[in-house]
């Protein structure tokens, strides 16, 4: 690799500066020397020929933005001189023709999961609490704080006696575990999300949060579930019961629904939602984990806090990790929709059947109309972070961040709420907002989430762990807390492509295996944050 200045593809009329650069330095790229009119940052772009004003800069061979004005050859390209623009869509082209990657090194390779009765396979065995309202989330907060405390996780709370009782009965002939100071389980997590809707907004909100805790209660990393109802709200009992079958007509998970106002007083429901709950929790512990296929891998992909390398780096290891688990069997979802505008075309030429290109397009022009009506567009989604650090309009932005998903056919395009059920690679419609994001792979069935960054973030989840990739090493070590891996070896020179994507899958097995915890999983960030649709990037 030149470690200078890069082209991405063939056609492009500018390139990527892999260091600082001073103006009045010449630089070789493709061979063609280029000397430079302005300084230019490393992640940033500048011109390889004069473009006059509103001609076309190509960038991944595909337009990322029209000048605003005449910019000479060797000039650094900027808000100032670009603005976004994108080629017209013409609508899918001739058949998919995609070579599968060799894949033999990885052929028989196996990781170990918690098995379900439908078939999936989890990467984690949680039991999940959450509220169908946001009326319930003091109350999931005392049912996180006495079991988290009691089960050895921190200090008591005036229901911790009730709990206690119930590990005391049930492990009275296990001397060696003390119910008070150590947590009695083995093969079970606890986790409980909150969130603020449910009722007071449009039911159409409600429906889409039904679906979402409908998809998180079916993901295969979740063994079953205590939830809590108010019972006037929008999302009723009934309608969220209507929402797993929707999803799933054979679910057969555990499923403990409590309503307040059925039961009465407040101390009636958590009483009985303890020591309901903890029962079932015990019986959930016994399973343990068994080898299973790398087919049963459902791979999230986003990006978040991205920078001018991640297009380069980070962005391809997991295109290439996409590309081995889909050839493998397995299943992969590449979301965030603002973030593909300009990709539009070769996604659409991806496409298995017209039908996917069709779906992907209309839900893509929805949400761009919805979110100017709320006074947005697709061409705000570029945050200051990521026009500071190179990606200077959405169109740029999208080239770069379209590489997570490979070369692979698109297989399905799923609305939000709806869940995977193809192997291969699918479209989610998600925002590009980080949490918002992977909170809707999360709730579409991802058992392993891959999050690239070049600027950092701590986003987690808590079903499904979240495997931070940062697309340069100085980001790695300087948030060496949050990062598991490190693709900036490829800005160097030091290592390709490939090989950090090898040394991201033999991770993805250790994390699905549970021998090791992703960044995220031990800093316990549990982000939930559901998407009101049109509102946000």
Known sequence: MNHKAITIHENDNV?????????????????????????????????????????????????????????????????????????????????????KPDVSKWKGRQFMGFKRNEGQVGTQNIWLFFPLVFCENKNIETLKETFEKELGYAQPTEYQQLLRSVLQDELADNSEIEAKNTSPLNNIELKFITHNGGCGSTRQDAEELSRLLAGYLNNPNVAGATVLSLGCQNLEV??????????????????????????????????????????AILLADKQEREPASLTNLTIGLECGGSDGFSGISANPVLGYVSDIIVALGGAVMLGEFPELCGAEQNIVDRCANPGNATKFLNLMSKYENDAKVAGSGFDMNPSPG?????????????????????????????????????????????????VESTTILAGAGANIILFTTGLGTPTGNAVSPVIKVSSNSELAERMDDIIDLDAGPIITGVKTIAEVGDELIELILEIASGTKNSKATLNNQNDFIPWRRGISL
């Open 15 to 99: 390139a990527v500066a892999l260091s600082d650069l001073a103006a009045g330095d010449t630089v070789s790229v493709n061979e063609i020397p280029v000397t430079l009119k302005t300084a230019v940052s490393a992640k940033h772009k500048f011109t390889l020929k004069e473009l006059r004003k509103d001609e076309e800069v190509i960038m991944y061979g595909v337009v990322v933005g029209k000048t605003t004005c005449d910019i000479k050859k060797g000039e650094v390209i900027a808000t100032t001189n670009v603005q976004h623009s994108t080629a017209k869509v013409s609508g899918k082209k001739g058949d998919v023709n995609w070579t």
């Open 238 to 279: 009934e309608l969220f019961r209507k929402s797993v079958k929707a999803i799933n007509p054979d679910f057969n998970k555990p499923l403990l629904i409590y309503d307040q106002q059925e039961l009465g007083t407040k101390e009636t429901m958590l009483n009985q939602a303890i020591l309901e709950s903890m029962y």
């Open 386 to 434: 990521n026009i500071k650090d190179g990606l200077i309009t959405d169109a740029m932005k999208s080239a770069g961040a379209a590489r997570k998903a490979g070369s692979s056919p698109v297989i399905s395009v799923l609305d939000y709420g709806e869940y995977v059920n193809n192997k291969g690679l699918s479209l989610v419609c998600t925002p590009g907002n980080d």
